[in-house]
């Protein structure tokens, strides 16, 4: 009995066996050469990697087909290139099993429109070479490589990303064309949208820095921008973008603005701690003296930091009491520490007003006492004008020096005939005026006023003899002892009716001694009038006058105007 059971036993392995042999047979026989199949690891090697596929032997595949070495058990997709080859061996292939698969998935991607992954290898024409792997090339077009415009095509080379599959020409040839750009844009815009839908005005967030305007730095969000302006960077003076933020950097930030519409993003730095503002009035007020940083001259004044965040201006007019600043850096450079009054503030615009003539004495104010009337100086002249003649008294104090108040006498018509710059001249204080910042000089005031000599000595009545110096149109000017002058009007310049002002004039050449009459004297405003009529009237009357107390002398006086007449003529 026990021999019989051993051999059913036996018999019943034999056609399991048999069965297997058959259902192999079957399968292999059903394989095709070129059949994508899976295989599973048997054996692994240094050299090669042992799978089975269902046929008589176990196929062999290099090691340097695969990235990473499978273990056994594991199913490897391989292409079966022969069934057995002269030495009775199963070739398959792996790498082609890879390039088979790719081409499936690629235009699986294709039609699904989900992106891919590539290496961007080669710089062609127009664009670039983009391994797709498994020795699958793409043509990627410059104009599609990035979202931006691609000033070096070199700048992309070796940058793994993913590829939308644009076109797929055929099965058999890797001839595709990619697009990185769309994927790029769909993502920044993917991401844009997810961070105005989760984040809000007061987080934090982390970027890279990308480029620089004059204006700020744009930071990368991821794929997007945000823009940390030149005044969000520090609460103090900001120069320069390059001063605070490196290209590459990636920094925090705060967000202070966000604008879905315009999908505006503003970012800041200086919002990491507290606005400087807030305590304004802790430390400073009006008429404070306070020390600051020249940061920034413009053409109307210069900007001064009194501590990070804190800048104030100092106007152009509020730089000195007595100069005139025409230019701010005549006065200080960028980076001087200078002290400077608070002349007012406005908080809620962030603005403050310095001076710096306000932590000097203003000369003026005692300028009464220094220069009072009467105080003769002797100056230079550091400006000629069609009226006069500026002379400074001192460093940005001048006295003005009037073209009437050169000469009591001469009629100066224009300074400059008189007056030179550089030329030091004496003068007399005549005007001290504090309150409106003026100074009168006189240079005739020195000596005493000869038109008052002049009066008191030549009433009008009394005569002289002067020197023609001038002929005009309307008579002739005549100048009296003292340098007065006075006009013989041409009126008064004959005697006889008949005689016209030209036939007189005549007679007359500058430089000539000239008897007149003194008819009017007016010291005030510096005018004489002279008669050359009168003066030959008067002294006809003298001579009567003279005649007539003679003859009274020696008789008893009947004496007429003909027997004056018949003496002279005789």
């Known amino acids: ?179 990185r750009r769309k994927y790029l844009e769909e993502s920044m815009e993917s991401n844009r949208e997810a961070f105005f839908n989760d984040v809000s005005i007061g987080d934090t967030v982390k970027g890279t820095v990308k480029s620089f305007t004059s204006f700020g730095a744009f930071i990368d969000l991821g794929g997007f921008d945000g823009l940390l302006h030149i005044n969000d960077m520090s609460w103090g003076h900001v120069t320069r973008p390059k001063d605070f933020v490196k290209k590459g950097q990636e920094i925090e930030l705060k967000v202070i603005r966000l604008d879905p519409e315009e999908k505006r993003i503003n970012l800041s730095l200086k919002h990491f701690t507290e606005d400087p503002w807030l305590h304004f009035e802790d430390k400073y007020h009006v008429e404070d003296k306070v020390t600051g940083t020249v940061t920034k001259l413009t053409d109307f004044g210069a900007f001064i930091e009194l501590e990070e965040g804190i800048e104030g201006l100092a106007h152009i007019s509020e ?113 001290s005026d504090s309150e409106n910042h003026r100074i009168r000089l006189g240079v005739k005031q020195l000596s005493e006023d000869p038109w008052q000599q002049f009066c008191a000595t030549y009433k009008p009545g009394s005569t002289l003899e002067g020197e023609v110096v001038s002929i005009a149109d309307f008579g002739i000017f005549v100048r009296a002892p003292g340098g007065i002058e006075g006009l013989v009007n041409k009126s008064n310049l004959s005697e006889s009716r008949e005689e016209t002002f030209e036939e007189a004039v005549k007679k007359y050449n500058v430089g000539d001694k000239i008897n007149v009459y003194v008819v009017d004297v007016n010291p005030d405003k510096q005018k004489a009038a002279f008669s050359v009529k009168e003066f030959k009237r008067k002294q006809q009357r003298d001579e009567i006058s003279q005649y007539m107390s003679s003859v009274d002398d020696d008789n008893d006086g009947a004496f007429t105007l003909g027997d004056l007449l018949k003496n002279k003529n005789n």
Not at 1 to 29: G, H, R, Y
Not at 136 to 151: G, H, M, T, W, Y
Not at 383 to 394: D, H, M, P
Request: proline residues 2%; charged residues 30%; negative net charge.
């Open 319 to 431: 730089f000195s009491w007595v100069k005139k600043v025409s230019k701010a850096s005549d006065m200080v450079k960028i980076g001087d520490k200078v002290e400077c009054m608070v002349l007012g503030y406005d908080i809620q615009a962030g603005r403050v007003s310095l001076g710096l003539k306000q932590v000097t004495d203003n000369p003026w104010n005692s300028i009464t006492e220094k220069y009072p009337v009467g105080t003769r100086l002797t100056r230079k002249v550091v400006k000629v004008t069609n009226a006069g003649a500026f002379v400074e008294l001192e460093e940005g104090i001048d006295g003005f020096l009037h073209a009437d108040d050169l000469s009591w006498t001469k009629k100066v018509k224009h300074p400059g005939s008189e007056l030179s710059v550089g030329q030091e001249i004496e003068v007399v204080v005549i005007e």
């Open 1 to 179: 009995m026990d021999q019989m059971e051993v051999e059913k036993n036996v018999a019943k392995k034999e056609n399991i066996q048999t069965q297997l042999q058959e259902e192999t047979l079957k399968s292999f026989e059903s394989l095709e050469e070129g059949q994508l199949v899976d295989g599973i690891v048997v054996q692994v090697t240094p050299e090669y990697v042992y799978v089975d596929v269902g046929c008589k032997s176990e196929g062999k595949i290099s090691t340097n087909e695969f990235t990473e070495l499978p273990e056994v058990n594991d199913t490897v997709s391989v292409v079966l290139v022969m069934k057995e080859n002269k030495h009775g061996e199963v070739i398959v292939s792996k790498q082609k099993a890879d390039v088979k698969q790719l081409w499936k998935s690629l235009r699986q991607a294709m039609n699904d429109k989900t992106p891919v992954d590539g290496t961007i290898e080669k710089v062609v024409k127009g664009g670039y070479d983009v391994n797709l792997g498994s020795g699958i090339k793409a043509f990627l077009p410059i104009s599609q490589s990035d979202s931006q415009k691609v000033e070096k095509a070199e700048k992309l080379l070796g940058l793994t990303s993913k590829f939308y599959v644009e076109r797929l020409y055929s099965d058999n040839k890797a001839n595709v064309v990619v697009n």
